[in-house]
């Protein structure tokens, strides 16, 4: 039979645990939520740690092996549980309905505001878009104050190529009335520079636009935030590809 040492030994350091000026949701109450880190406002959610690794430790090693918090975010309940030997559903499931409850209210915050230039697109897709393993194609149809009407993925690709019908972009745009449109689609290689094939995509959706008088805005490619690297995206208009 184990003493009272051992069995504390045993089990998962939970919230409960820490000094009172330690604990994270005290924190948040007292300081508010921006005070915390990254790992203490995960642990809230995960409550518990596991056994051998306290509740803040199991917050620190879920962001790490999953790269960054970004990356955390993006990913379903089944990939959290594979980072750390132990986690169970509950906890996963939690984590993923939060980041994705986050995501939403960014989204909704974003839609409400017309969508004036490329980086407000990445702001309003790079969360769902950055970490795809295969390009995707979204149409943002936009009414006459260039405030989103409607989102939509168009097509789906590979990990270098997507294929689309300017047809398939403006059958949406004409039935929901769209007074233009901006389309952007992802790298999943993180380097947003356009291929011949984004070039020549482009150039089919903006004479295509141009014959239905429902103008292309922009074409932005979704990157990644590198070192060294002035912006995460492309834009076509910003390029001077697209007329303004």
């Known amino acids: 039979m184990m003493n009272a040492a051992e069995e504390d030994e045993e089990r998962p350091l939970q919230l409960r645990d820490f000094a009172e000026e330690d604990k994270p949701r005290e924190k948040l109450m007292s300081k508010g939520r921006r ?5 203490e406002l995960i642990a809230i959610f995960l409550r518990t740690g596991l056994h051998g690794c306290n509740v803040l430790e199991l917050a620190a090693k879920l962001k790490r092996e999953a790269g960054s ?3 955390l975010g993006s990913m379903e309940a089944q990939d959290i549980q594979r980072l750390a ?16 409850l986050g995501k939403r209210a960014v ?3 974003i839609m409400r505001e017309p969508l004036r230039d490329a980086g407000d697109v990445y702001r309003l897709l790079a969360p769902s878009l950055r970490f795809e393993n295969q390009e995707n194609l979204v149409l943002l149809l936009l009414d006459v104050r260039r405030c989103l009407i409607r989102k939509e993925t168009v097509a789906r690709g590979t990990l270098t190529r997507l294929v689309v019908h300017p047809r398939d972009v403006f059958n949406r745009a004409v039935r929901y009335q769209a007074s233009s ?8 290689s993180g380097n947003p520079a356009p291929s011949r094939q984004d070039v020549q995509l482009t150039e089919a ?4 636009g ?4 429902i103008p292309l805005r922009d074409h932005v490619i979704i990157g990644a935030e590198m070192e ?10 910003e390029q001077g590809l697209i007329p303004s």
């Open 69 to 71: 918090l970004a990356a």
């Open 35 to 39: 005070c915390l880190s990254d790992e």
């Open 205 to 208: 959706i903006r004479a295509a």
């Open 85 to 100: 030997k132990g986690i169970g559903m509950a906890k996963a499931a939690t984590l993923a309905a939060v980041f994705e």
């Open 107 to 109: 989204q909704e915050s």
């Open 228 to 237: 060294g690297r002035s912006k995460p995206y492309y834009s076509f208009l």
């Open 181 to 188: 449109i901006m389309i952007a689609h992802n790298h999943p």
């Open 210 to 213: 141009d014959v239905m008088m």
